[in-house]
């Protein structure tokens, strides 16, 4: 016989150390697995918990009116009292500075419009509070932000002609 090795023993070498490696790799995912070391796995936050309105306004929605090119409603949930419920809104900067309108920035502080409690299954209330802006200025952009005077939304930006162009698409 020859020293030389033929070629079909290399192969079945390599699908040994391989299928050694792959049962190794198994066998050490098992180990170190977060059962492995008694981890439970995370709990169920309770939904009462998840979906309770909080002081920062959520569920944020830009409602169009009968003409939205020249006014906008917008609706929001937060713990907010009616008395405290406030939109401001101001045409649109470029950009505004570090997330705040400028110091030379006309800004309209609005009360809420209304403002509903909505009793829940999950034993609190939700109150959604509404603000019209009116006398808009169409083909302007605009950015608002709604909350309570001291916890306020990210400020958003809305183009009332865009909504206009998109509710006559829709008719």
């Known amino acids: 016989m020859t ?4 070629p079909w023993r290399i192969g079945a070498r390599r699908a040994k150390i391989v299928a050694i490696g792959a ?36 569920r944020i929605m830009l409602t169009p ?15 907010a009292p009616a008395e405290w419920a406030r939109a401001e809104i101001l045409e649109a900067p470029r950009a505004l500075v570090g997330g705040v309108p400028s110091s030379t920035s006309v800004v309209t502080r609005l009360a809420a419009l209304s403002s509903t409690p909505v009793n829940t299954t999950l034993g609190y209330a939700s109150t959604y509070h509404t603000v019209e802006f009116t006398n808009l200025k169409p ?12 916890n306020w939304s990210e400020w958003i930006d809305f183009a009332a002609t865009l909504v206009d162009n998109l509710m006559r698409g829709l008719r």
């Open 65 to 79: 009116t009968a003409t939205p090119s020249t006014s906008q409603r917008v609706t929001w949930r937060a713990e």
């Open 139 to 150: 083909d302007t952009r605009y950015t608002y932000r709604v909350g309570d005077g001291t």
């Open 3 to 6: 020293d030389q090795k033929l």
């Open 23 to 58: 049962a190794a790799l198994l066998v050490g995912g098992v180990a170190l697995s977060p059962a492995a070391f008694g981890d439970a796995p995370p709990a169920k936050f309770p939904a009462a918990e998840i979906h309770k309105p909080s002081p920062v306004p959520d």
